[in-house]
């Protein structure tokens, strides 16, 4: 069998058959996979049977892999690479009220919506992410695609915003405040950058918006008033439904997603239940995002994120 693809909404996603993950890819499987990735922006897999080890191998086979998370100083032993995706987690190093806390914080339609660690000047150019235990019914994820977004805009508004910059960091528009364990984490560890508005993807030449409510926190060069008006139009056009797909996730799916090209949607539907869901995730490290313009993104504090990243941790 050979892998092939087909698309799972009418802008965003593809399922991908035909393949197994867990062996070296064909040259003709390579290229179905990366060609259904720069069309479709996102791609999913089903019944693979990968472990940490052969998750790793599969995603260097698309480049080089990024230290698990800016933020998680225990990944697994020996696979620094992998990002665990578990509330438990969270809980048992940060306490009970982490997630409660958390939810407070996403108080609108769109907050959940976030691309990949923006804030890091070389935002991450794509992830892969494994379902290894997922409840019977919901914890679905949604991606949008940030190039249908940019080109449903009017023409006018288009040649506005590529002149624009945002500055990104860890926490989005809300300031991380407290003595919290988790608020002297992100502040240990702040990352900075300033980004186009619009940028240029590297593969294709497309245009897509690059801001996100998970870590955007203003344009650069407005007013506070002006840049909450432009970014909540940009918001609301990322997240019109045309240009979304929601993935229901299985013991063994695995999702591929360009992030560069999209934001995307963790669950809020299972918060409320007494259910496990853990799925890993490794990273592809990204290069640095180009304007309309030719004009690079900028670091203001940090550093790029790349495999030899170190987590500073409180005493």
Known sequence: MTASARPASGHTGAD????????????DDFATIQQ??????VVFFRG???????????????????????????PPA????????????YEERYGKGFRDAVKKRQYSYFSGWHTDVTAAVNPPAGSILRAETVPEFGGDTSWTNLVAAYEGLSEPVRAFVDTLRAEHRYGGSEKTEGNSEYAKR?????????????????RTGE?????NPGFTSHIVGVSARESKAVLDLLYGEITR???????????????????????????RDIEHLDVQRTLHRVTLIGEIPVGPDGTESELLSGKPFTADHQVVVGA
């Open 207 to 211: 245009r897509a918006l690059f801001v």
């Open 186 to 202: 992100i502040n240990d560890n702040l990352l900075v950058a300033v980004h186009p508005v619009v940028r240029v993807h590297p």
């Open 16 to 27: 991908i058959s035909g393949v197994d993950l867990s062996k070296p890819l064909s040259a």
């Open 36 to 41: 259904a990735l720069d069309r479709w922006k």
């Open 48 to 74: 693979q049977e990968l472990d940490h080890s052969s998750q790793i191998a599969f995603a260097r086979q698309f480049g080089d892999l990024t230290y698990a998370h800016p933020h998680d100083d225990a």
């Open 78 to 89: 020996d696979h620094p690479e992998i990002f665990t995706i578990d509330p438990r987690r």
């Open 241 to 267: 439904p045309e240009y979304t797909v929601r993935f229901r996730w299985e013991p063994g799916s695995v999702a591929f997603w360009d992030n560069r090209a999209t934001a995307h949607l963790a669950p």
